[in-house]
T-cell receptor
Framework: RKEVEQDPGPFNVPEGATVAFNCTYS??????FFWYRQDCRKEPKLLMS???SGNEDGRFTAQLNRASQYISLLIRDSKLSDSATYLC????????????FGKGNQVVVIP | DGGITQSPKYLFRKEGQNVTLSCEQN?????MYWYRQDPGQGLRLIYY???????QKGDIAEGYSVSREKKESFPLTVTSAQKNPTAFYLC???????????FGPGTRLTVT
């Protein structure tokens, strides 16, 4: 089983709509969870950390479900500028200072 | 401004040549990482270093070498032994264990 699994999509979303996707992880002992955004041919940039209580940053909401070992990202009122690939990131199962990256959820916001 | 720089942005080399990619950070981070990304793929860890003069192999270290002589610098050498070197190479650093990593802008290497 891969450490981090994401449905690559693409997720085609009408402008103004809401989109949500999940990411599953295999290491039940994971303690750190993040969502990164990566634009085409650019480096990944931290979107938000994911806390046990969930967290919200403007139109973006992240949730953590430890029992089922998944994290989610919800984007409300989608903007054209939200088009990107969203990477799910979890600390690695080998116990070292490493992160495991999913392949990403590609979001395309359509006018 | 604090950040991570990588140079050059684009690099072209002939097969059989070694090439060194630069990564510098002024964030005072202890840990630094090198990743490789191929089209449609996730990031794969090549090497990482948690402290000066120490580094560990990642998942795909074969054909690569690194050094960490200074806290600010973590250069990556792609050797001729690397079978498929053409890729997007990303350097990252982090302040604390399992903390978020910050990425440089990347180097796109093409070997023909």
């Amino acid at each position: 089983r891969k450490e981090v699994e994401q449905d690559p999509g693409p997720f085609n979303v009408p402008e103004g709509a809401t989109v949500a996707f999940n990411c599953t992880y295999s290491n039940s002992a994971s303690q750190s969870f993040f969502w990164y955004r990566q634009d085409c041919r650019k480096e990944p940039k931290l979107l938000m950390s994911v806390y046990s209580s969930g967290n919200e940053d403007g139109r973006f909401t992240a949730q953590l479900n430890r029992a089922s070992q998944y994290i989610s990202l919800l984007i409300r009122d989608s903007k054209l500028s939200d088009s990107a690939t969203y990477l799910c990131v979890v600390n690695s199962r080998d116990g070292n200072n490493r992160l495991a990256f999913g392949k990403g959820n590609q979001v395309v916001v359509i006018p | 401004d604090g950040g991570i720089t990588q140079s050059p942005k684009y690099l072209f080399r002939k097969e059989g040549q070694n090439v060194t990619l630069s990564c510098e950070q002024n964030l005072n981070h202890d840990a630094m990482y090198w990743y490789r990304q191929d089209p449609g793929q996730g990031l794969r860890l090549i090497y990482y270093s948690q402290i000066v003069n120490d580094f560990q192999k990642g998942d795909i270290a074969e054909g690569y070498s690194v050094s960490r002589e200074k806290k600010e610098s973590f250069p990556l050498t792609v050797t001729s032994a690397q079978k498929n070197p053409t890729a997007f190479y990303l350097c990252a650093s982090t302040k604390e264990t399992w903390g978020e990593q910050y990425f440089g802008p990347g180097t796109r290497l093409t070997v023909t």
